[in-house]
């Protein structure tokens, strides 16, 4: 009957109309998802940033400064901006001023990227050379990481277990009056740093 006809008709609208609804709701799911990871990422990053910003007293101009530096050093090094986030606040929970701390966010990533380290073991690292030893200048900070894991190789240990030893020996170098270089070379390559890290990771 035409009453009949009109009723599956408008079934048959109904349910095109359902399925399209659910293909549009499938398809706007699948585009929201990585939008919503961004934001939250994002989210997060502005989280940590503001803590960096809380700890070191700075304002609002010094927080977007650092901000703009991690992001573009990210880009250059590979390496997330979070993950570099997280070597800077390291470097500022030690006791460096956050605005040198994100200075060496190029540093960090690009040993960060090859060595395969750990970002807050290299952050230890880097303030241990540069409070203890230092060494502040980002060259020579590179050339003493370089060191560093040619003495991990030489000694058949991971960079990791440099970093949890490297405080204490650095500051124990220091109380001896040996700094910089010679200091790294004397760390990196003698018996006394093979035992101390035996001790450590036993």
């Known amino acids: 009957s035409a009453a009949s006809a009109t009723s599956d008709a408008l079934k048959s609208n109904r349910m095109a109309l359902y399925g399209q609804g659910a293909e549009t709701y499938a398809v706007a799911r699948t585009l929201g998802t990585p939008v919503m990871a961004s934001v939250k990422q994002y989210s997060s990053f502005e989280s940590q940033l503001r803590d960096i910003s809380v700890t070191g007293d700075l304002d609002a101009k010094q927080e977007q400064a650092i901000g703009i530096a991690i992001r573009q050093a990210s880009l250059k090094?590979?390496?997330?901006?979070?993950?570099?986030?997280?070597?800077?606040?390291?470097?500022?929970?030690?006791?460096?001023?956050?605005?040198?701390?994100?200075?060496?966010?190029?540093?960090?990533?690009?040993?960060?990227?090859?060595?395969?380290?750990?970002?807050?073991?290299?952050?230890?690292?880097?303030?241990?050379?540069?409070?203890?030893?230092?060494?502040?200048?980002?060259?020579?900070?590179?050339?003493a990481f370089g060191m560093a894991a040619t003495g991990a190789k030489l000694g058949s240990f991971e960079l990791r277990d440099m970093a949890k030893a490297l405080p204490g020996l650095t500051k124990a170098f220091a109380a001896r009056g040996i700094y910089g270089k010679d200091a790294v070379t004397q760390i990196a390559t003698t018996a006394f740093v093979k035992s101390a890290l035996a001790a450590l990771v036993a």
């Open 77 to 143: 090094v590979n390496q997330l901006q979070e993950s570099l986030l997280d070597g800077v606040g390291q470097l500022v929970a030690d006791g460096m001023a956050p605005e040198q701390a994100a200075k060496f966010a190029d540093l960090l990533g690009k040993t960060a990227t090859a060595t395969k380290a750990d970002m807050t073991d290299l952050a230890k690292m880097t303030y241990a050379f540069s409070d203890a030893l230092r060494i502040t200048d980002a060259k020579e900070l590179e050339q």
